[in-house]
């Protein structure tokens, strides 16, 4: 989890996570497109050295890489070049993600993806822990959720966001609003007015002692858990209703507004036939909770 370095000026900082399935199912589960639209963001990938991999995180907020090596089911690794020759002065440079599959056993494997980077200060450090945080903590916990129960179905899914005014604390307790959980049996249904989803909580519980540092170290991490009294602002559900599949919620301080980040799964013919409805539902939600902000009317 700590950022390598080198003499030469490469630093790279990794995570990894131990997953059921054989070398190629996981392989399609983290190098397709379809597969990876599965259990982290909407992903079109070429799947050959020299082709794309486009990582789709909103409107307007896609990510493009160039695929350098194409190794399946073993590795692969993409980099990500600045768009614009300020942001190269500015930022870490080209960053290069490394994908790698080894097998354990018959029926499990362990999935590592590393970040490598050139810079001559410390100054990205935190940020690149965060992104392997971010792996270790949340997405490999979906990742392990669909190889576990839903590899190759179907998959249906919307990614919502909002943005509230408020801190992080009044805008996770908003959001919080909309299930009911019991502690005991971590069963969970939605509170009224509340779109209909039950299912059970995962644990998002962080042991691991390099995880526990980058939440002291990383500047999103430690500014996400500011106020937070130990609660912790983020929910994973495998979801039984309205249909099978898993939901993760989130949220993110950006600048003076609070991001909300909603993202559910769905899988088989009931997640098809209910996802649109259901995105539309969690959509009103979210904007009667969290209005966007109005545009100032321009004077004639």
Request: glycine share 8%; net charge negative.
């Amino acid at each position: 989890m700590p950022v390598e370095k080198d003499e030469n000026g490469q630093r790279r900082v990794q995570a990894e996570v131990d997953v059921p399935g054989t070398p190629e199912e996981v392989w399609q589960a983290i190098a397709t497109g379809e597969g990876i639209s599965s259990w982290f963001v909407p992903t079109r990938s070429d799947e050959r050295t020299g082709g794309e991999v486009v990582n789709s995180f909103g409107p307007g907020m896609d990510s493009v890489a160039r695929i350098t090596h194409w190794d399946p089911p073993t590795s692969y690794t993409a980099t990500a070049q600045e768009a614009t020759e300020a942001e190269a002065q500015d930022g870490p440079g080209s960053i290069a993600t490394e994908w790698i599959v080894e097998a354990r056993d018959d029926s499990t494997c362990v999935v590592r993806v590393v970040h490598r980077w050139f810079a001559d200060s410390d100054e990205w450090d935190g940020e690149f822990e965060g992104h392997a945080y971010g792996w270790a903590s949340s997405y490999f916990r979906m990742l392990r959720l669909y190889l576990e129960h839903f590899a190759g179905q179907t998959c249906s899914a919307f990614d919502l966001a909002a943005f509230s005014k408020s801190t992080p604390p009044q805008t996770w307790a908003t959001l919080a609003e909309a299930f009911s959980i019991d502690e005991s049996s971590l069963r969970v249904e939605s509170a009224p007015g509340a779109p209909k989803l039950s299912g059970v909580q995962q644990s998002t519980e962080i042991t691991d002692p390099a995880l526990l540092r980058v939440r002291e170290t990383s500047p999103l991490i430690k500014a996400t858990l500011e106020g937070m009294d130990g609660t912790e602002p983020e929910l994973l559900l495998r979801l039984e209703r309205p249909a099978p599949g898993f939901a993760h919620l989130f949220i993110m301080p950006m600048g003076e507004q609070t991001m909300v980040s909603l993202r559910v799964f769905l899988f088989g013919d009931e997640g098809t036939e209910i996802a649109s409805d259901l995105e539309s539902t969690w959509n009103h939600w979210l904007t009667t909770r969290f209005p966007p902000e109005e545009l100032p009317h321009e004077t004639p």
